[in-house]
């Protein structure tokens, strides 16, 4: 389904893809991407790919549809694995630009414009933005100070060696990006976001940060607690193993292992050390789980599978 655009043809076209399973959020996310800023120059259009086995997004598409002032195209990319809808959108997009979001997230009003600008100043075939979490009053206490749901980028030896999908902006033309797809495999357990650019990086792709691209996620209830956050880290942790597996063998695997054994050890035991402060013990503990899961990832651990296994009526709690 799409509707025409309002806005008159520019010289540049940034698609803007949401990827959806079953959130009624997607309506305040497309809210907000209406009201978007348009970057001079820039025409936009929405493509929101829906994960689900029967096409449960439309009626939100529809609904927002009459008065969307981009064109706005659904398409239904079944089922429950995020890696199809993703690369749905992938070979949907024909812009020059093309920029993920998701579905439980709002985006700022410039945050596209400061995504292009640092798109166009640095040449990047990725810019990566930082996601703002906002927390439920009924959040533990020490989670608003350790922040721990935010998403920034992680910097190694003066660059960005991977990435994420939650708020991002790819170079369609690059040849770096032109072809590239999420890995079907990864599509229940996650971690196909930084499969796909810690390859891009691999294969000379230059991710670049724009600071002031904020977009903002609300932390429903299911998510504020430390064992969902300790399922994360210790899958992302399992994701990188993983990666790190792929080139390394014999002594390599086993003093890649042996690092991140130290490093689980001195999390868990500065831990300990920071028990009275749950603010500061709870990110080592964290940490530490993270390592864990890097070396379970290097032995071959399959990754655990967060995606696409919850009934519907649970989803639909969560995602209130």
């Known amino acids: 389904m799409s509707t025409a655009s309002a806005t008159p043809p520019s010289s540049r076209l940034i698609d803007i893809c949401v990827c959806t399973f079953r959130r009624p959020a997607l309506a305040d996310a497309l809210a907000t991407i209406?009201?978007?800023?348009v970057p001079p120059g820039a025409r936009l259009r929405v493509?929101?790919?829906?994960?689900?086995?029967?096409?449960?997004?439309?009626?939100?598409?529809?609904?927002?549809?009459?008065?969307?002032?981009?064109?706005?195209?659904?398409?239904?990319?079944?089922?429950r694995n995020i890696s199809i809808a993703r690369n749905a959108c992938l070979d949907a997009g024909r812009g020059d630009f093309l920029a993920f979001v998701d579905d439980d997230e709002t985006v700022t009003r410039s945050w596209l414009r400061h995504l292009l600008e640092t798109a166009l100043a640095t040449g990047a075939d990725a810019v990566l933005g930082p996601v703002r979490a906002i927390y439920h009053p009924g959040a533990p206490g020490w989670m608003p100070r350790a922040d721990s749901h935010s998403?920034?980028?992680?910097?190694?030896?003066?660059?960005?060696?991977?990435?994420?999908t939650c708020n991002v902006l790819l170079k369609s033309s690059s040849p770096i990006v032109e072809g590239r797809r999420f890995d079907l495999s990864l599509g229940r357990s996650g971690g196909e976001d930084t499969d796909f650019f810690t390859r891009l990086h691999e294969a000379g792709g230059l991710i670049a940060y724009a600071p002031e691209a904020w977009v903002e996620e609300i932390v429903p209830q299911a998510r504020?607690?430390?064992?969902?956050?300790?399922?994360?880290?210790?899958?992302?942790?399992?994701?990188?193993?993983?990666?790190?597996?792929?080139?390394?063998?014999?002594?390599?695997?086993?003093?890649?292992?042996?690092?991140?054994?130290?490093?689980?050890?001195?999390?868990?035991?500065?831990?300990?050390?920071?028990?009275?402060?749950?603010?500061?013990?709870?990110?080592?503990?964290?940490?530490?789980?993270?390592?864990?899961?890097?070396?379970a990832g290097l032995f071959g651990l399959r990754e655990i599978s967060q995606y696409g296994s919850v009934p519907a009526a649970a989803e639909q709690r969560n995602a209130a």
Not at 34 to 37: D, H, I
Not at 151 to 164: L, S
């Open 34 to 37: 209406a009201a978007l800023e």
């Open 47 to 79: 493509i929101v790919a829906d994960n689900d086995v029967e096409p449960s997004a439309r009626s939100i598409v529809d609904m927002v549809a009459g008065n969307f002032q981009h064109e706005l195209t659904y398409l239904h990319a079944p089922a």
């Open 151 to 164: 998403t920034f980028p992680v910097w190694v030896n003066g660059e960005i060696p991977t990435g994420y």
């Open 224 to 295: 504020a607690r430390l064992s969902w956050l300790a399922k994360r880290r210790f899958r992302m942790g399992q994701t990188h193993g993983r990666l790190l597996a792929e080139r390394s063998s014999g002594r390599k695997l086993a003093s890649r292992a042996g690092l991140a054994g130290l490093k689980a050890g001195y999390s868990f035991a500065a831990a300990a050390v920071l028990c009275p402060f749950p603010a500061r013990r709870n990110p080592s503990i964290l940490r530490g789980i993270m390592h864990v899961g890097v070396i």
